[in-house]
């Protein structure tokens, strides 16, 4: 999976104040499954959206001597 980050925060936001979660309720109400993680690194609320990356396609295994299978 990826992610993508819509938008950071500092940490040290006012007391009570939670900017990033209210950005990410927002985000919520249009329709954007966002949500708020941690980056310590930085120390920062990231708003993130995880995304699926597309699964490579595996042909399917098929025993010598088998014909392939048969999709109806």
Known sequence: MDRTVLE???AGG???HWPAEEYAGACRQEGVPARV???LASDAFLVVV???T????????VA?????????
């Open 14 to 16: 006012p007391r009570g």
């Open 64 to 72: 010598p001597g088998r014909a392939s299978p048969v999709r109806e």
């Open 8 to 10: 950071r925060f500092p």
């Open 50 to 52: 995880e995304q699926r």
């Open 54 to 61: 597309p699964e490579r396609a595996e042909p399917e295994a």
């Open 37 to 39: 993680v941690m980056d």
